[in-house]
T-cell receptor, first 114, second 113 residues
Framework: AQSVSQHNHHVILSEAASLELGCNYSYGGTVNLFWYVQYPGQHLQLLLKYFSGDPLVKGIKGFEAEFIKSKFSFNLRKPSVQWSDTAEYFCAVVPYSSASKIIFGSGTRLSIRP | EAQVTQNPRYLITVTGKKLTVTCSQNMNHEYMSWYRQDPGLGLRQIYYSMNVEVTDKGDVPEGYKVSRKEKRNFPLILESPSPNQTSLYFC????????????FGQGTRLTVV
């Protein structure tokens, strides 16, 4: 079955620390990959996406992610986090051949200590 | 402003009392869907619609109904709500299918007592 795994449920960092959130998916075909962010009390917003081309993609607010096809991974990174990055982060996959559903991971809650 | 609007934002209801959560988008998107978000489970798709009068089940459709009579609206109907439907609900839309970016509404927090 198609699934997305986010292994870190809650990450706590100090400001200026570097961030890496893991995401692995299981699906044999071509996929489009996304990271969404949900700030407290708000709706989901697109952080970045990968459809094809350069596997290192840059998103908003200094975030980037790298697609490693051989590892079925799409990890999210940020060199230096800020208190305003406190949010929940969702990795998501859309199978290209059946683009009717976003398969979400369970989410990673990121808490930043000021 | 391009947006997906859900109403109400918060709702407390009693078991068995029919309710409707509305969703409207102003981007002329063909695709719309409903998700529920539960702690530790992420978001799970309830129903989706690829276009007017075309709807299909997602992963957790039991206890829910939808309709798509107009392109802009996609209401979620709970005919007989139960406590296990207490959740945070999100409506989403995208231009054609999910190979394009999805836009989400602000969410509806539903409590069924």
């Amino acid at each position: 079955a198609q699934s997305v795994s986010q292994h870190n449920h809650h990450v706590i960092l100090s400001e200026a620390a570097s961030l890496e959130l893991g995401c692995n998916y299981s699906y044999g075909g071509t996929v489009n990959l996304f990271w969404y962010v949900q700030y407290p009390g708000q709706h989901l917003q697109l952080l970045l996406k990968y459809f094809s081309g350069d596997p290192l993609v840059k998103g908003i607010k200094g975030f980037e992610a790298e697609f490693i096809k051989s590892k079925f991974s799409f990890n999210l990174r940020k060199p230096s986090v800020q208190w305003s990055d406190t949010a929940e982060y969702f990795c998501a996959v859309v199978p290209y051949s059946s683009a009717s559903k976003i398969i979400f991971g369970s989410g990673t809650r990121l808490s930043i200590r000021p | 402003e391009a947006q997906v609007t859900q109403n109400p934002r918060y709702l407390i209801t009693v078991t068995g009392k029919k309710l409707t959560v509305t969703c409207s988008q102003n981007m002329n998107h063909e695709y719309m869907s409903w998700y529920r978000q539960d702690p530790g489970l992420g978001l799970r798709q309830i129903y989706y619609s690829m276009n007017v009068e075309v709807t299909d089940k997602g992963d957790v459709p039991e206890g829910y109904k939808v309709s798509r009579k107009e392109k802009r609206n996609f209401p979620l109907i709970l005919e007989s709500p139960s406590p296990n439907q207490t959740s945070l609900y999100f409506c989403a839309s995208s231009f054609a299918d999910l190979n394009t970016e999805a836009f989400f509404g602000q969410g509806t927090r539903l409590t069924v007592v």
